[in-house]
C-alpha cells in the first residue's frame, strides 16, 4: 500500500487545509441539523476551522522546504509558490471576512449556518484551484468555489435585487464555465496534454510554431473562462449588478476571493504552461488590458452608486494587475505585490460599507456617506485611507504597486500601455477622491449618525489601514515575497 500511495503522490498535508475547510463545514452542519446548539458553539467551530485552516498553509511551507515544486496525487495537484502564495492570501481573505461575514449572516437568523457553511465550502474550492495541476481539477475547484458565491449572493430572499444578483452570477458564471471546459477539452483532444507543466514540456518539444490552432484557441478559452471571474472587460457586466444586488456584508469576501484565485491561476498558465510561447497571445491580453482600463474608468466615473463604482473600479484594477502578469517574470512579481495590496484595500472599503450601510442592504448612493467625518471619524479616516490607496496616492501601498508595475511595464518597452495605464489612473483621481470629498469636506445640515462599531470591528479595520498604510512606507517584505513566487521561472 506503501508502494502505491508512493508511486500517485499520496500526501495529506498538500490538501490539508481544503480537507480542514471541508470538515470544518460538516462538523458545523452536523452541529446545525442533528445537535441543537447555540450560537457560541457554532462560533468556536468556525473560528477553529479558521485558524487550523492557516495552520495547515504553514504546514504545507515546511513540505515545500524539504521537497521544493513537486506534483501529488498522479499529478492533479502541484505545490510551488504560486500555491503557496495563492494559500497565504486565500486564508488571509477568509480570516479578515470572517466576521463580517457572521455579523451579516446573524441578522438571517436561520440561516446563519448556512451562509457561514458556503463560505466555507466556497473558500476550499478555491484553495483547491490554486493547488492544481491538472486542469479538470482546477475545474473542479473552480465551480465548487464558485457555486457557493452563486448560493451566497442570493441568500437574502426578501430583497428582490439580492435575487437578481444571484440569477445573473449563475447564468452568466454558468456559461464562463461552459467557455471554460469548452477550451480544456480542446487543449486536450489537440494536444493531449492536462497538466499545466505537461503542456510547457509539449511546447518545448514541438516549437510554438507547431501548435495546433485548436490548441492556442483553447487556450484563449480557458484564459476567458478565469478573465470573467476576475471581472476583465468585455467579461464583466455581471460586476456591477452582482456588487450591488448581494447583501453589503458578503460582497468584501465574494470580490475578494475570485479575483485573487483567478489571478493566480492566471499567472502560474503564463508563466510556466505558456513560457515558450510568450507572444502568441499578445494581442488578445493587450487588448483586454485596454478594455479593462478604458471601460472600467468610464463606468466608474458616472456612478452614484458606490458599489457600483467599486465594482468598475475593481475592472480597472484588473487591467493593471494583468498587463503585469503577461509582461514577464519581473511583471509577474508585481503583479503580485499589486494583487496583494488591492484585495487588502478592497475588504477594507467594504467592511466599511457594511459598517453605514447595513450588513444585508443592497443600494448604497454615495450621498449616504456625506458627513461621515463629522461624527464618525474613524470610519472616514480609514475609508479615506482604502481609497487613497486605490487611486494610488503617495505613503499607500497603493502608489508602491501602481510604481513599480508601471516601470517594469516601462522596462519591457511597452510604451504604448504605460501611457494608457497612466490616463486611467488620472482619471481614477476623480471617480477615487469624490466620495472623499463628500464624506470628509463638502458641507451638509444632515450628516450620516454616529454608528456603534464593535471592538472586532476596530482591530479588523484598523489593521488593514495599518497595513495600507505599512507596505506603502516599508514595501520591502512584500516586495521581497512577490519575488521569491517567481524567482523558479528566471
Known amino acids: ?34 445537535i441543537e446548539s447555540n450560537e457560541k458553539v457554532k462560533q468556536v467551530i468556525t473560528f477553529s476551522g479558521v485558524v487550523s485552516t492557516i495552520f495547515c498553509v504553514f504546514l504545507k511551507f515546511g513540505l515545500f522546504l524539504q521537497n521544493g515544486v513537486s506534483s501529488y496525487f498522479s499529478k492533479k495537484i502541484l505545490l510551488d509558490e504560486f500555491s503557496l502564495f495563492g494559500n497565504v492570501l486565500i486564508g488571509l481573505i477568509l480570516l479578515f471576512n470572517i ?3 457572521w455579523d451579516s449572516s446573524s441578522q438571517l437568523r436561520e440561516k446563519t449556518t448556512e451562509a457561514i457553511i458556503l463560505t466555507l465550502m466556497s473558500t476550499s474550492g478555491f484553495m483547491l484551484m490554486v493547488d492544481s495541476e491538472n486542469l479538470i481539477m482546477l475545474f473542479i475547484g473552480l465551480e465548487i468555489g464558485s457555486i457557493s458565491l452563486y ?4 441568500l437574502n430572499r426578501v430583497d428582490k435585487l439580492s435575487n437578481e444578483a444571484s440569477l445573473k452570477y449563475f447564468l452568466l458564471g454558468s456559461l464562463a464555465s461552459c ?6 477539452s480542446l487543449v486536450y483532444v489537440s494536444f493531449s496534454v492536462l497538466s499545466v507543466y505537461d503542456f510547457a514540456t509539449g511546447v518545448g518539444f514541438v516549437g510554438a510554431d507547431s501548435v495546433p490552432l485548436t490548441t492556442k484557441l483553447g487556450v484563449i478559452l480557458i484564459f476567458i473562462g478565469l478573465l470573467f471571474k476576475i471581472a476583465a472587460a468585455p467579461f464583466q457586466s455581471w460586476a456591477p ?3 450591488q444586488g448581494s447583501p453589503t456584508g458578503y460582497v468584501g469576501y465574494m470580490a475578494s476571493i475570485a479575483k485573487a484565485s483567478a489571478f493566480i491561476v492566471i499567472a502560474r498558465l503564463c508563466q510556466v504552461s505558456l513560457r515558450f510561447m510568450p507572444n502568441e497571445f499578445d494581442s488578445f491580453f493587450l487588448l483586454v488590458v485596454i478594455l479593462s482600463v478604458i471601460i472600467g474608468s468610464f463606468f466608474a466615473s458616472v456612478q452614484d452608486d458606490l458599489k457600483r463604482l467599486l465594482a468598475y473600479s475593481g475592472v480597472v484594477q484588473s487591467g493593471f494587475i494583468l498587463s503585469g502578469i503577461v509582461s514577464g517574470i519581473n511583471g509577474t512579481s508585481a503583479s503580485m505585490f499589486y494583487l496583494f495590496a488591492y484585495i487588502i484595500q478592497l475588504i477594507g472599503i467594504f467592511v466599511i460599507f457594511s459598517i453605514i450601510n447595513g450588513k444585508m442592504s443592497s443600494n448604497f448612493n454615495i450621498q449616504d456617506i456625506q458627513g461621515l467625518i463629522i461624527n464618525n471619524k474613524f470610519l472616514a479616516v480609514t475609508f479615506c485611507t482604502f481609497m487613497l490607496g486605490l487611486a494610488g496616492i503617495p505613503l499607500t501601498s497603493g502608489f508602491v504597486s501602481k510604481f513599480i508595475l508601471l516601470t517594469n ?12 495605464l497612466l490616463l486611467s489612473t488620472v482619471a481614477g483621481f476623480y471617480f477615487y477622491l469624490k466620495p472623499i470629498w463628500i464624506a470628509t469636506i463638502e458641507k451638509t445640515e444632515t450628516p450620516v449618525q454616529n454608528f456603534k462599531i464593535k471592538r472586532s470591528e476596530y482591530l479588523l479595520i484598523s489593521s488593514l489601514a495599518t497595513m495600507t498604510i505599512f507596505f506603502g512606507l516599508v514595501p520591502s517584505s512584500l516586495i521581497n515575497i512577490s519575488r521569491w513566487v517567481v524567482q523558479s521561472y528566471l
Not at 467557455?179 to 480544456?184: E, R, T
Not at 511595464?409 to 494608457?420: E, H, M, N, R, T
Open 241 to 243: 449588478d452582482v456588487y
Open 409 to 420: 511595464l516601462w522596462a519591457y518597452q511597452k510604451y504604448l500601455l504605460v501611457s494608457i
Open 151 to 154: 448560493a451566497l449572493a442570493g
Open 1 to 34: 500500500m506503501r508502494a502505491i500511495a508512493d508511486a500517485i503522490g499520496f500526501n495529506l498535508v498538500v490538501i490539508s487545509p481544503t480537507i480542514t475547510l471541508v470538515l470544518t463545514a460538516l462538523i458545523l452542519l452536523f452541529f446545525t441539523i442533528t
Open 179 to 184: 467557455i471554460f471546459i469548452y477550451g480544456v
Open 99 to 101: 466576521l463580517p461575514i
